[in-house]
C-alpha cells in the first residue's frame, strides 16, 4: 500500500518530526513526480504511480491555502507548521519560489507563530532561484541519506544527474541553515541484476564519511528517522532503537543537535 496526498492542501496532520503540520503538495493528487525514486518512498515507486493531472498553479494553491487556513482560525485550531511535502519534491516546480513568497505572506496573515518548513531531497539545490527561496523559509529540511554514490544510486534512484560533493557544497552555502534529514536502514534490496545487495547505511563505514559531511554543513539541526508506515519495496527492516540512539549519540558528539525518530 503507498499514500497519496490530496493537492494542494492536505491535513492538518501530526507530525512525527514537526507537530501539527498543514501539509502543501505541489505535485497533483493522483501521484508523484520526484528526482528521486526512493525504494522507500511512501508514495510508491515513480514507475507505479505517474500522475494524469496537471501540477497546481500558483493562485490555485494560494486560493486554497488561504481558504484552509481562514477556516482552521475561525474554528481556533492550532497550527505549527506549514510543510511543503506530499508526492514528489516541491522545488521541482518551476514556480516554487513565488509559491513559497506566498505561503510566507500567508502564514504571516493567519498564523504568524507558525514555521514554514521544507522537505526537500536536496537535488534542484543549484538552481538559484531554490537556494535563495529555501533560504527565505523558517525550516529547510534537506535530504543527505548517506555520501556514498553507489548507496544513493541503489537507494534514492536519482532520476537525472547527481553528484554529492556539488550537494554537500551547497549544502554548506546555506551558511547553517540547513537542516539535515537521513533516513537510516537495514534489510536488502535486488539490484538490476537480481542480486541481493545491503542497504544498511547504519554501520561505520557510512556513518563516518556521513559525520564528517556534517562537518563541513555544518547544519543548524539533523533530523534522523527510519522506515514508518508503508514502503513500496520488498526486504527493508527498520533501524531498531538502540542502533538509532548509537548513530544519533556519534552525530551529538560531533556537535550537532539531533533529534530521532523510530
Ligand atoms: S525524495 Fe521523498 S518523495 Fe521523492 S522518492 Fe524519495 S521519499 Fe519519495
Known amino acids: 500500500m503507498t499514500i497519496l496526498h490530496q493537492s494542494p492542501i492536505f491535513g492538518p496532520v501530526k507530525s512525527r518530526r514537526l507537530g501539527i503540520s498543514l501539509g502543501i ?9 520526484c528526482s528521486f525514486d526512493c525504494v522507500y518512498c511512501e508514495c510508491g515507486l515513480n514507475k507505479d504511480h505517474r500522475p494524469s493531472k496537471p501540477l497546481p498553479t500558483v493562485e490555485e494553491i494560494e486560493y486554497k491555502l488561504r481558504e484552509r487556513l481562514e477556516a482552521m482560525k475561525e474554528c481556533g485550531e492550532d497550527l505549527n507548521t506549514l510543510t511543503f511535502s506530499g508526492n514528489g519534491e516541491p522545488t521541482m516546480h518551476p514556480k516554487f519560489s513565488e509559491i513559497v513568497d506566498n505561503v510566507l505572506s500567508l502564514r504571516s496573515k493567519y498564523f504568524p507563530m507558525a514555521k514554514v518548513t ?7 539545490i543549484h538552481r538559484k532561484e531554490v ?9 529547510a529540511v534537506m535530504k543527505l541519506d548517506t555520501v556514498s554514490e553507489e548507496y544513493i544510486r541503489l537507494v534514492d534512484q536519482p532520476t537525472g544527474h547527481y553528484n554529492i560533493k556539488s550537494i554537500i557544497e551547497n549544502l554548506a552555502r546555506m551558511n547553517g541553515n540547513a537542516v539535515v534529514q537521513t533516513m537510516f536502514m537495514k534489510g536488502n534490496v535486488k539490484d538490476n541484476d537480481g542480486n541481493l545487495v545491503s542497504v544498511d547505511n547504519c554501520k561505520d563505514e557510512y556513518i563516518e564519511p556521513y559525520i564528517d559531511a556534517l562537518k563541513r554543513i555544518n547544519p543548524r539541526q539533523v533530523m534522523i528517522y527510519t522506515l514508518d508506515r508503508e514502503w513500496p519495496t520488498e526486504g527493508l527492516e527498520k533501524a531498531d532503537h538502540e542502533t538509532m ?8 558528539k560531533a556537535g550537532f543537535d539531533t533529534s530521532v525518530s523510530y
Not at 503538495?25 to 508523484?32: Q, R, T, Y
Not at 537556494?131 to 525550516?139: G, K, P, S
Not at 540512539?245 to 551529538?252: P, S, V, W
Request: hydrophobic fraction near 40%; avoid cysteine; charged fraction near 25%.
Open 25 to 33: 503538495n505541489l505535485m497533483p493528487g493522483d501521484g508523484k513526480w
Open 118 to 124: 521544507v522537505l526537500s531531497n536536496s537535488t534542484q
Open 131 to 139: 537556494f535563495d527561496a529555501l533560504m527565505r523559509v523558517d525550516n
Open 245 to 252: 540512539d548509537t548513530i544519533a549519540e556519534k552525530i551529538r
